[in-house]
Nanobody
Framework: QVQLVESGGGLVQAGGSLRLSCAAS????MGWFRQAPGKEREFVAA?????????????YYADSVKGRFTISRDNAKNTVYLQMNSLKPEDTANYYC?????????????????WGQGTQVTVSS
């Protein structure tokens, strides 16, 4: 059973920063999604799994966060991070970590096999 546990959400003013973490029970290609009330879950960022101890990987971002958010991973800790800078009120949502059995990056909800419980991010204006 794959377990994903997110942390790091909270309340921040517009222009501020937060870093989300997702601790996984194994090593997978990972993604971050978000869902605001009344809206569908949308893709935020993804990072591939390359194997071994190297913590790099291909990355992929939604246009709305490109240049502001950075996804990274630490394979030694089985943890993926989402550094969020220059936050905007429209970034307010519940953020979900997801893992997929295949190694490449992916941007659709149906391409991921496992999901965390979510962590709330609220950006005030």
């Amino acid at each position: 059973q794959v377990q994903l546990v997110e942390s790091g959400g909270g309340l921040v003013q517009a222009g501020g920063s937060l870093r989300l973490s997702c601790a996984a029970s194994g090593r997978y290609a990972m993604g971050w999604f978000r869902q605001a009330p009344g809206k569908e879950r949308e893709f935020v960022a993804a990072i591939s799994w390359s194997g071994g101890i190297w913590s790099g990987g291909s990355t992929y971002y939604a246009d709305s966060v490109k240049g502001r958010f950075t996804i990274s991973r630490d394979n030694a800790k089985n943890t993926v991070y989402l550094q969020m800078n220059s936050l905007k009120p429209e970034d307010t949502a519940n953020y979900y970590c997801a893992a997929r059995s295949r190694s490449g990056v992916a941007g659709r909800v149906d391409q991921y096999d496992y999901w965390g419980q979510g962590t709330q991010v609220t950006v005030s204006s």
